[in-house]
């Protein structure tokens, strides 16, 4: 048995997390319907992708993932790099505290090979404007090397019935954050400068990318259900004119076999 290196764990578990969020519906954000008292539902998913090597490179690789979610009737809900509850039980409104984890993006001028964990701490809240609209929104803090980085994800999505088994969706989203949030991921210090020989580079809080996901899901029986579809991000502001980009966009195509539990 090979056991990985930590650069290659770091790279599957930051995949898994990014797929968890571009590929399967989140809990946080989905519309639930009430859970008999007492019940759990599972996702589990097999998941094939070809994703970015980090935000802002233009390198791609391609992965092969397992996956597994889960909810319970007392509104918690456990996914890859996500753990939160639902507090609300109007089934147009949700919202609740939720905490996100995995490891933390390589700078490109950063030469250590550590393991990093990121853990952040905030509030979701979804609302079901339409039968086939959805608003959501985020705020996390912790984010960052001093761990005092605030993201703030703003996002809309709309759903389309193809056929009895079929449909499309699209999730349109953004990204705010501090100072300290972007200068951790897209700055550049005085002692990072002399170390990578870039320039000194002071990044301003701001909107970091806008992203859009399509997807088609095709329910293959009661069970069984597979999504395909594609995410397009687009860095913004401080993120995108930093010399740590090499482009500002990044496109992630991805497949997932779910079977529900």
Avoid: C
């Amino acid at each position: 048995m090979t056991i990985p290196s930590p650069a290659r764990y770091r790279a599957s578990v930051a995949a898994l997390t990014l797929l968890a969020a571009i590929g399967l519906p989140a809990a946080a954000q989905s519309p639930t319907t009430q859970m008999p008292e007492g019940t759990t539902d599972i996702d589990l998913s097999l998941i094939a992708a070809l994703v970015p090597v980090s935000e802002g490179r233009s390198g791609m690789k391609a992965i092969v993932l397992p996956s597994i979610s889960a909810q319970w009737s007392n509104g918690i809900f456990a996914e890859p790099g996500e753990l939160g509850m639902q507090l609300s039980e109007d089934p147009m409104l949700k919202f609740g505290p939720v905490l996100s984890y995995g490891t933390r993006s390589r700078r490109a001028d950063d030469r250590e090979d550590k393991l990093r964990l990121g853990i952040e701490v905030g509030a979701f809240a979804h609302y079901q404007w339409a039968h086939n609209i959805g608003l959501h929104s985020s705020v996390m803090y912790g984010g960052g090397d001093d761990r005092s980085g605030v993201r703030l994800n703003l996002g809309a999505g709309y759903g389309m019935r193809l056929s009895t088994h079929q449909s499309l969706s699209a999730n349109l989203g953004m990204n705010l954050v501090n100072k300290g949030f972007m200068q951790s991921s897209f700055g550049i210090s005085a002692e990072q400068a002399a170390r990578s020989r870039r320039p000194v580079y002071q990044a301003r809080a701001g909107i970091k990318n806008i992203d859009l996901t399509l997807r088609w899901n095709v329910d293959l029986s009661t069970k069984y259900a597979l999504s395909t579809g594609v995410n397009v991000s687009r860095l913004m502001g401080s993120a995108a004119d930093s010399p740590l980009t090499d482009s500002p966009h990044n496109v992630a195509a991805f497949t997932a076999l779910t079977y529900h539990w």
